[in-house]
């Protein structure tokens, strides 16, 4: 059975940093390319950050880029998405996703993966 478990959210201020983490089990992780995105209550999930099956892609959607960097550690089974001046608007529950050796052009793409995490709210206070 494979699972993703994020963590990291909370409530911090506005234009500080924090840095989430999903921790992967049940597949092999090196063989998976992971995303994280974002979706608010109402509203469509929206693609954030995401990185290539062997770590050398990573693609960032024009909101987040030069803000947001994404990594992966494979010996600890873990993908990280550390935050820099977090704004208002970008409140809300942030989701990592795995998707088995995908190319760069499908990173982008939450309907192509495979697996997802339940989740972590994240919320930046004025």
């Known amino acids: 059975q494979v699972t993703l478990v994020e963590s990291g959210g909370g409530l911090v201020q506005a234009g500080t940093s924090l840095r989430l983490s999903c921790a992967a089990s049940g597949l092999t992780f090196s063989d998976y390319a992971l995303g994280w995105f974002r979706q608010a209550p109402g509203k469509e999930r929206e693609f954030v950050a995401a990185?290539?099956?062997?770590?050398?892609?990573?693609r960032y959607s024009d909101s987040v880029k030069g803000r947001f960097t994404i990594s992966r550690e494979n010996a600890k089974y873990t993908v990280y998405l550390n935050i820099n001046n977090l704004k208002p608007e970008e409140t809300t529950g942030y989701y990592c996703?795995?998707?088995?050796?995908?190319?760069?052009?499908?990173?982008?793409?939450?309907?192509?993966?495979?697996?997802w995490g339940q989740g972590t709210q994240v919320t930046a206070s004025t």
């Open positions: 996703a795995a998707h088995f050796r995908t190319i760069r052009y499908y990173l982008i793409d939450d309907g192509r993966y495979d697996y």
């Open positions: 990185i290539g099956w062997s770590g050398g892609v990573t």
